[in-house]
């Protein structure tokens, strides 16, 4: 019984961590624009430029976008139909957890046939309560059109990100799959 809640509180954060790693998305477009026509790309500079954040991070989303449009049949073009922009937001996230909520929670003290004492044990909680500070990001991609520079579809995704450089290159590709898996409207895997 002792292991058993001794695990629940690791298992309840290791719910909380894993559902907190994906990446959450949402697109939007413009319901008159033919996206059947559109057949080659470029990245509009002038909008990446003014994204906040490092140019070795807009390198990595720059590559990971243009490998997702690749893949979808388009061709990189100096006369394209579609302009790329992207610009990023980000915010810090502080978590509170209390891992002690009165009587009958794991924590120090306790007394009376509970607890024994003033030692670790199971009875009356005095825990600190753990807060940790994440930075949750979002990435926004527009397509426009090149001719009409009308914005005809946006991607969102939103997710926290790491600052691991080994696992940089895969955080970025996973925000950018999963905001193209949108691209175009009415198309999912």
């Not at 695990?7 to 059947?36: E, G, H, W």
Request: hydrophobic content about 40%; proline content about 4%.
């Amino acid at each position: 019984m002792k292991t058993l809640l001794k695990t629940i509180p690791f298992l309840a954060l290791l719910i909380v961590v894993t559902s907190c790693s994906s990446v959450r998305v949402a697109a939007d477009y413009d319901k008159n624009a033919s996206f059947s026509t559109y057949k080659t790309f470029a990245f509009f500079k002038t909008g990446i430029d003014k994204a906040e954040i490092s140019d070795l991070d807009k390198r990595r989303i720059l590559r990971a976008i243009e490998a997702e449009m690749l893949a979808k049949g388009f061709t990189k073009s100096e006369n394209p139909d579609i302009l790329i922009s992207l610009f990023t937001k980000s915010n810090q996230r502080v978590d509170v957890y209390n891992n002690s909520w009165g009587m009958g929670a794991w924590g120090w003290g306790g007394f009376g046939p509970w607890g024994g004492g003033f030692g670790p044990g199971w009875g009356w909680g005095w825990n600190q309560p753990n807060v940790s500070t994440r930075t949750e990001g979002v990435l926004f991609i527009d397509l426009i059109d090149a001719s009409k520079k009308d914005l005809i579809w946006q991607g969102m995704g939103t997710g926290y990100l790491t600052q691991n450089m080994d696992k940089k290159d895969a955080r970025i590709q996973e925000f950018v799959s999963k905001i193209m898996e949108k691209y175009p409207p009415g198309m999912t895997k």
